[in-house]
Structure formats: structure tokens, C-alpha cells
């Protein structure tokens, strides 16, 4: 019976040289792969030429796209979405961690904890971008057939996750996604996690970040 069920594929795109040097990209669209976002990308590739999608969605920003075109190759017509795009920083993009704990002391500990108490002048409300996230993920599902592949970022797999399984947005960074993750959900009589934040197809030098820059201790 289970084969017969639709399965979800959600994929965090590859490290970003952002990423590599620890900036705060969000909603920038022009932030390309760095190597190792381009071999870990490579690497997935190889991982999906197996599986089967009757679409592919992938966020408009850079990264998300270059992850997308190198894993499937140009085998498969992908569709780019703005809403699929990560939350916006706003002044917060382009510092480095770093420079926003200095600048902003505390903030960036609260926003991994409760990041709805936390305001950052010209980025998007968390309350909205979780509303559009799970929306747009809702909708992809509602308006399609058969499995599919979403290509996007952190946050917006994140939020989706705590959305289908009843949890706070407060929780959004409980899940641990790298770069390149597959996370599978099963579409049944609710939706059911099937794999979360898997890298088993990357190794030892490709398996970047643990997910979102966390503050450095």
C-alpha cells in the first residue's frame, strides 16, 4: 500500500560561499555555490538520478537554481518559484555572524530560540514568511500529481515541517538540515516524516555546515 503513496522530496541547497564564510544570506538572490556547495550538489545528483518526479519546483534565488541545474543535469524542465525563496534578513544580509552579534547583541541567540520576538529593520515578518512557506508548499501538493522534488532553503523546509506535524513556528530551527539534505514526507492520511535532513550520499569532505549558521561559542 505504501508504494503507492505520494512522497514529498525537499531538498536544502548546496553551501554557498556565504555560507562558507559565515554570512547572513536569507531572501539575496545572488550568492552562487561555492566548490564544495558545487560537488555536494554534484554528489545529490547522483542520489536523484534514480528517483522519479512528475515536477520539479526550485526558489528563484542563485543558489537554489545552480543546486538544481547541477543535480538534475538539464535532464528535467524545473520550475522557479519566488516564494520559495528563504526569509528575508534585510540589514542583517551580507554581515557576517559575527558582526551581527556585535552589532546587535542578543538578537541572534533569541532568534534561534523565539524568533518571533525578534524585529530586523527591512526583513520580513516571521509570522508572514511562515505563512508563505506552508502555504506554497500546501499548494504545490494540492495542484500536482504524483511525487515531487521542492529545491529551496532552511527555513522554508523548516517551516513547512512544523506546520504538517502540529508543532510552534517557535520551533522552526529544531530540525538539523546541511547542505544538500533530503527530507522525504509521505502523503497519507496525514502527512508522515519519512526521511529528515539525510546526507548519506555526501562523505567526509563534502558534508558542510549542520544547517544554519549558529551563533559561534
Known amino acids: 500500500m505504501s508504494d503507492a503513496l505520494r512522497r514529498i522530496h525537499l531538498v536544502r541547497h548546496g553551501e554557498s560561499i556565504w555560507n562558507a564564510g559565515r554570512r547572513v544570506q536569507g531572501n539575496h538572490g545572488e550568492v552562487p555555490l561555492s566548490e564544495l556547495g558545487r560537488a555536494q550538489a554534484a554528489l545529490l545528483g547522483e542520489r536523484l538520478r534514480g528517483m522519479e518526479f512528475s515536477r520539479v519546483f526550485c526558489s528563484s534565488t542563485e543558489r537554489a537554481v545552480e543546486t538544481a541545474r547541477i543535480a538534475l543535469g538539464g535532464d528535467r524542465p524545473i520550475e522557479y518559484m519566488d516564494d520559495l525563496r528563504e526569509i528575508s534578513f534585510g540589514s542583517w544580509e551580507g554581515l557576517l555572524v559575527s ?8 538578537k541572534m541567540e533569541l532568534w534561534f530560540r523565539s524568533p518571533s520576538k525578534v524585529t530586523i529593520e527591512g526583513a520580513e515578518p516571521f509570522g508572514k514568511f511562515h ?20 529545491v529551496s532553503h532552511g527555513g522554508v523546509i523548516c517551516a513547512w515541517l512544523t506546520h504538517i506535524l ?8 529544531s530540525f538539523s538540515l546541511p547542505n544538500t539534505s533530503l527530507t522525504t514526507v509521505i502523503i497519507d492520511f496525514r502527512p508522515r516524516l519519512r526521511l529528515l535532513g539525510d546526507v548519506s550520499h555526501l562523505d567526509g ?7 544554519m549558521p549558529a551563533p559561534e561559542r
Request: hydrophobic share 35%.
Open 166 to 173: 502540529g508543532m510552534s513556528p517557535e520551533d522552526i530551527w
Open 99 to 106: 558582526e551581527v552579534q556585535e552589532m546587535y547583541p542578543g
Open 131 to 150: 505563512e508563505r512557506a506552508s502555504r506554497t508548499v500546501n499548494g504545490l501538493i494540492e495542484s500536482t500529481e504524483g511525487d515531487i522534488l521542492i
Open 205 to 211: 569532505k563534502t558534508l558542510g555546515f549542520d544547517g
